[in-house]
């Protein structure tokens, strides 16, 4: 199955409430045109039930707010040394390919990095993997308008890519020596991975949610991923007169204060939220940055305790893969009106617990989730883990190869909505739909760090450059070598065939020209086949309970890949810390 990246969602059934004092005058500082600030004028007006949460929201904020600032600058001054290369060497010289190639390596969100011309044709794209875009007219689209236009740096809306899904544009002019504009060169990226650099660090420490629209009422990011790509103002979930009175507040003020009713962040419960925001952005462009706390709706925790599975895990799995196909066997039988009844009842045959049936369509759309009826209709196709593992359309891939098992973090209705590791089973009803269900893990200690991930991925697009910047089969030796820079202990990187052949595994050499494509772990999780879909979707994570050579012994372990081109993909991971 490709990946169905769009970030734009059917229905999620909420209701929010506009409380006295949310905006309006006095409760926020009106839009002036200027430039974004980082500071929170101190006469905002702060509601009075929430005094001792003010001080803290306010100093995450702003850091928030700096961080948000100083990323987007970062990435002005690379794309100016990108388009100064441009102007000095030429769009595919390569000393301009030295230069971008190096800053996207720099960032770990990055996605690709285009050379226009005058009228937003592609002339270049890097990495390789988009030479194929060399030649659009991405101008013609309106993608890259503000560029061809305005000849001046800018940061673009929310736009579909043609790979198939929503991101950012950054981008700066190319000027010769005289004078004259050439085009310009850009920066795309997913705003979920852009924001939440600066983001999670607080969301994952602190009670507090957050979440940024565009002056255009467009989510580009929150706390819960469903939200993002819905626009607030348009979107007919929320054309009621007090939730328009409420995002028209944030829209139209740069910053200030409200009171709002809202699911909590595990979709779970509606509680009352408290917010403060505030305004970033470049170049003309504001994004609201929206921070909330709820009395109820406390810190979603990440179970953090010992590294590998059980041994109960096991009498478990073994009677999962059975359960589901009940499931599976009773939608057959009964039809699928009265099998989503009796999947959604939380007193149903099929719940017990932390035991229950979800269902999906095959586009990613809810149609069964007992605990969480709030996300009912809603596409989740886009959502992903809090470690980045996009295990939705890793379900679906599964449910379409047949059935089989997968590892993500999920909320445990059974511990207050804790985070825990989960081993899920799908299997397709037809070619419609797919139930599935999961065995909590809650001994695992799923909360790898933001700096981990981050170096986790700064590592695989570092070995990916090297392969695209040099012959294969002096990469794959490389990549082999024991004693080379791509083989430290358990950071070693690893790279494969899409077929499934194995190129590269420094630690299992009598493994290299060995075909794995039905590799499967300890608990039956067919990793490989995950990594090569998520390769050949353009890159994503994978979870594996795998050997790790600094303790020769079996770990769980988070994966990233990224192909290099179509036949091959260059992989990592990270362990979880010992105890």
Same mark, same amino acid.
């Given at each position: 199955?490709?990946?169905?990246?769009?970030?734009?969602?059917?229905?999620?059934?909420?209701?929010?409430?506009?409380?006295?004092?949310?905006?309006?005058?006095?409760?926020?500082?009106?839009?002036? =045109?200027?430039?974004?600030?980082?500071?929170?004028?101190?006469?905002?007006? %702060?509601?009075?039930?929430?005094?001792?949460?003010?001080?803290?929201?306010?100093?995450? &904020?702003?850091?928030?707010?700096?961080?948000?600032?100083?990323?987007?600058?970062?990435?002005?001054?690379?794309?100016?040394?990108?388009?100064?290369?441009?102007?000095?060497?030429?769009?595919?010289?390569?000393?301009?390919?030295?230069?971008?190639?190096?800053?996207?390596?720099?960032?770990?969100?990055?996605?690709?990095?285009?050379?226009?011309?005058?009228?937003?044709?592609?002339?270049?794209?890097?990495?390789?993997?988009?030479?194929?875009?060399?030649?659009?007219?991405?101008?013609?689209?309106?993608?890259?308008?503000?560029?061809?236009?305005?000849?001046?740096?800018?940061?673009?809306?929310?736009?579909?890519?043609?790979?198939? &899904?929503?991101?950012?544009?950054?981008?700066?002019?190319?000027?010769?020596?005289?004078?004259?504009?050439?085009?310009?060169?850009?920066?795309?990226?997913?705003?979920?991975?852009?924001?939440?650099?600066?983001?999670?660090?607080?969301?994952?420490?602190?009670?507090?949610?957050?979440?940024? #629209?565009?002056?255009?009422?467009?989510?580009?990011?929150?706390?819960?991923?469903?939200? #993002?790509?819905?626009?607030?103002?348009?979107?007919?979930?929320?054309?009621?007169?007090?939730?328009?009175?409420?995002?028209?507040?944030?829209?139209?003020?740069?910053?200030?204060?409200?009171?709002?009713?809202?699911?909590?962040?595990? *979709?779970?419960?509606?509680?009352?939220?408290?917010?403060? *925001?505030?305004?970033?952005?470049?170049?003309?462009?504001?994004?609201?940055?929206?921070?909330?706390?709820?009395?109820?709706?406390?810190?979603?925790? %990440?179970?953090?305790?010992?590294?590998?599975?059980?041994?109960? #895990?096991?009498?478990?799995?073994?009677?999962?893969?059975?359960?589901?196909?009940?499931?599976?066997? &009773?939608?057959?039988?009964?039809?699928?009106?009265?099998?989503?009844?009796?999947?959604?009842?939380?007193?149903?045959?099929?719940?017990?617990?932390?035991?229950?049936?979800?269902?999906?369509?095959?586009?990613?759309?809810?149609?069964?989730?007992?605990?969480?009826?709030?996300?009912?209709?809603?596409?989740?196709?886009?959502?992903?883990?809090?470690?980045?593992?996009?295990?939705?359309?890793?379900?679906?891939?599964?449910?379409?190869?047949?059935?089989?098992?997968?590892?993500?973090?999920?909320?445990?209705?059974?511990?207050?909505?804790?985070?825990?590791?989960?081993?899920?089973?799908?299997?397709?009803?037809?070619?419609? *739909?797919?139930?599935?269900?999961?065995?909590?893990?809650?001994?695992?200690?799923?909360?790898?760090?933001?700096?981990?991930?981050?170096?986790?991925?700064?590592? #695989?697009?570092?070995?990916?450059?090297?392969?695209?910047?040099?012959?294969?089969?002096?990469?794959?030796?490389?990549?082999?070598?024991?004693?080379?820079?791509?083989?430290?202990?358990?950071?070693? %990187?690893?790279?494969?065939?899409?077929?499934?052949?194995?190129?590269?595994?420094?630690?299992?050499?009598?493994?290299?020209?060995?075909?794995?494509?039905?590799?499967?772990? %300890?608990?039956?999780?067919?990793?490989?086949?995950?990594?090569?879909?998520?390769?050949?979707?353009? =890159?994503?994570?994978?979870?594996?309970?795998?050997?790790?050579?600094?303790?020769?012994?079996?770990?769980?372990?988070?994966?990233?890949?990224?192909?290099?081109?179509?036949?091959?993909?260059?992989?990592? =991971?990270?362990?979880?810390?010992?105890?």
């Amino acid at each position: 199955m490709n990946k169905v990246l769009g970030l734009f969602i059917s229905g999620i059934f909420l209701i929010l409430l506009l409380s006295a004092g949310c905006t309006g005058t006095g409760s926020g500082d009106e839009s002036t =045109g200027a430039d974004p600030q980082t500071e929170i004028p101190a006469e905002i007006p %702060i509601p009075d039930e929430m005094p001792d949460q003010y001080g803290p929201m306010k100093e995450n &904020f702003s850091e928030i707010i700096s961080g948000v600032n100083s990323g987007l600058e970062a990435v002005k001054s690379d794309l100016k040394s990108g388009a100064d290369a441009v102007a000095a060497f030429g769009p595919s010289s390569p000393e301009t390919g030295k230069v971008i190639s190096d800053y996207l390596v720099k960032h770990p969100y990055s996605i690709s990095s285009l050379v226009f011309d005058e009228n937003g044709i592609v002339v270049n794209a890097y990495p390789d993997n988009y030479r194929n875009l060399v030649g659009m007219d991405l101008g013609r689209k309106g993608i890259v308008a503000q560029a061809p236009d305005d000849r001046k740096p800018y940061l673009s809306s929310f736009f579909r890519m043609e790979e198939g &899904f929503n991101a950012l544009s950054q981008g700066y002019p190319v000027y010769d020596k005289d004078g004259s504009y050439p085009g310009s060169v850009d920066m795309t990226y997913k705003s979920q991975d852009f924001l939440g650099r600066y983001i999670k660090p607080v969301t994952d420490s602190t009670d507090f949610d957050v979440w940024v #629209v565009q002056t255009d009422g467009t989510e580009i990011y929150d706390t819960t991923p469903e939200e #993002v790509g819905r626009n607030l103002l348009t979107d007919e979930s929320y054309q009621s007169d007090d939730i328009q009175a409420f995002v028209r507040g944030v829209i139209d003020n740069r910053n200030g204060t409200g009171k709002y009713s809202f699911w909590d962040k595990e *979709w779970a419960n509606p509680v009352e939220k408290y917010a403060l *925001w505030d305004t970033a952005g470049i170049d003309g462009t504001e994004w609201r940055i929206v921070i909330t706390w709820s009395k109820d709706g406390g810190k979603s925790v %990440i179970s953090d305790d010992v590294t590998s599975l059980p041994a109960g #895990v096991s009498a478990e799995y073994e009677v999962l893969r059975e359960y589901v196909h009940s499931a599976a066997e &009773f939608a057959r039988n009964s039809g699928k009106v009265e099998a989503l009844a009796e999947f959604n009842d939380i007193n149903g045959s099929f719940t017990d617990g932390d035991k229950y049936i979800f269902a999906y369509e095959m586009d990613g759309t809810v149609i069964a989730l007992p605990f969480q009826k709030a996300l009912l209709g809603s596409d989740r196709s886009e959502s992903v883990d809090p470690n980045g593992a996009d295990f939705i359309n890793g379900m679906i891939d599964l449910a379409e190869d047949g059935g089989g098992y997968i590892y993500y973090v999920y909320t445990n209705p059974s511990h207050d909505y804790r985070k825990e590791l989960k081993l899920s089973y799908a299997e397709p009803v037809d070619e419609n *739909w797919f139930v599935g269900s999961g065995i909590y893990v809650p001994d695992i200690p799923v909360n790898f760090s933001a700096d981990d991930i981050e170096k986790l991925v700064l590592r #695989v697009k570092s070995a990916r450059q090297y392969a695209q910047d040099n012959d294969k089969e002096t990469v794959i030796s490389e990549y082999n070598n024991i004693s080379g820079k791509f083989a430290e202990g358990g950071s070693y %990187i690893f790279a494969y065939e899409t077929d499934g052949t194995t190129l590269a595994l420094p630690y299992q050499p009598e493994l290299i020209g060995t075909n794995r494509l039905n590799f499967t772990d %300890i608990y039956g999780v067919p990793v490989l086949k995950l990594e090569i879909t998520e390769a050949e979707n353009g =890159g994503g994570f994978v979870y594996v309970q795998y050997p790790d050579p600094d303790y020769n012994e079996s770990r769980f372990k988070l994966c990233y890949v990224l192909p290099v081109d179509e036949n091959w993909f260059v992989g990592s =991971g990270t362990y979880t810390e010992s105890i």
